[in-house]
């Protein structure tokens, strides 16, 4: 008999870490046995989802359902020992989502379930290819990690210790027509100009700079976290800084406390889009660059669907060499409508069309 106590209580605070991988989860102690059956991780965007309650109706006085620990349902009348939910996805960001089944028993306890499941984009990446239209020369020195067009003048943010610049450059000639170095101690990563103030973060240290456009003078240093802590490409909307940190993940970061307000998870049908470096925004679609590759994923800021995949290989055949490192840099000239892209160390920059 004791034997059988105590299995029940290492039942209980088994089944009590409200963990359960799925499908249901573990067997509770008689009185107080309740599922969440929903079968299977894997959702893909626009799939409605029907999940199962099971309950000793008579033992309890509420369920409700937390997605992502947001209260989406609750019924505390008519409660019958099998509900069913229908959790619809189409409105919903993709990537790792939480549901939570919270069950209040009629003596006031509530226990609590969660599965968790996975939402990929509906359709593939549109497949599409870059073709280049001009090109000029880049500094075979700059290992290039941020670029954008401000006021019609393209700035370039450089990495690697010690050898780490923010410049400004002339498009049609490649020469440096203004450029200041960081700290020997910081790794220069992506710039965006944002409200006529520049700004650049770096790689392992955390730390952002907030520059004035014309000068270079730093009016603000900054922190900030990405899960990875480390910082790579950089751009914004009109609220807020994006951020990558070379996973799947986007940062949406305040300008005024640099806490993140959003987290974007970029998928495509099949699953994460990774290494996602250099960014650009353009025309409400974010264009992120994955290391180690040829591609550029056009992402939707609201849902973190790929929605296209850019080949960028005719720059490299366009080079005429193999690249000295890889693709990294995207521009946009919002007042000329022309693409811009280059990388680390390539002694040319490209405008390129997408066809
Ligand atoms: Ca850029």
């Not at 008579?58 to 937390?66: A, G, S, T």
């Not at 690697?160 to 020469?175: A, F, I, M, P, Y």
């Not at 080949?311 to 000239?333: H, I, M, S």
């Amino acid at each position: 008999m004791k034997k059988l106590l105590y299995l029940a209580i290492i039942a209980l605070m088994v089944s009590s870490c409200g963990d359960d991988k799925s499908d249901g989860g573990s067997p509770e102690p008689k009185g107080f046995a309740f599922n969440l059956v929903s079968n299977g991780r894997v959702l893909t965007s626009g799939e409605s989802h029907t999940m199962r309650i099971e309950i000793p109706a008579n033992d309890v006085q509420k369920v409700e359902l937390f997605l992502d620990g947001r209260s989406i349902w609750s019924k505390s009348e008519q409660l019958s020992d099998n509900m069913e939910y229908v959790f619809e996805t189409a409105a919903l960001p993709l990537g790792s989502h939480r549901i939570e089944l919270a069950v209040t028993k009629k003596d006031g306890k509530t226990r609590k379930k969660a599965v968790d499941k996975v939402l990929l984009a509906a359709n593939p990446p549109k497949k599409r290819n870059a073709t280049v239209i001009n090109s000029y020369t880049h500094d075979n020195q700059a290992f290039t990690q941020g670029l954008e067009f401000y006021k019609g003048v393209l700035f370039e943010g450089t990495g690697n210790r010690s050898q780490s610049t923010l410049r400004k450059v002339n498009l049609e000639t490649g020469s440096v027509d203004y450029k200041i170095h960081l700290d020997g101690q910081y790794f220069g990563e992506g710039i965006t100009v944002f409200n006529d103030k520049v700004y650049q973060i770096t790689y392992t240290s955390k730390k952002g700079f907030v520059y004035e456009p014309d000068s270079f003078k730093v009016l603000k240093e900054f922190t900030f976290n990405t899960n990875k802590a480390e910082g790579w490409g950089l751009t914004h909307d009109s609220e807020y800084l994006i951020m990558s940190d070379g996973s799947h993940r986007l940062y949406f970061v305040d300008t005024v406390n640099f806490s993140t307000v959003k987290t974007l998870e970029v998928y495509s049908n099949t699953g994460p889009v990774n290494y996602l470096n250099e960014l650009e925004y353009i025309d409400g679609k974010i264009y992120a660059n994955q290391w180690q590759s040829y591609n550029v994923v056009v992402i939707d800021p609201q849902t973190g669907a790929a929605l296209e995949q850019i080949d960028l290989y005719p720059l490299v055949d366009e080079l005429g060499e193999t690249p000295p490192e890889v693709l990294n840099g995207l521009a946009y000239n919002r007042d000329t409508k022309k693409l811009y892209a280059t990388g680390k160390y390539w002694p040319k920059l490209f405008e390129i069309e997408i066809k």
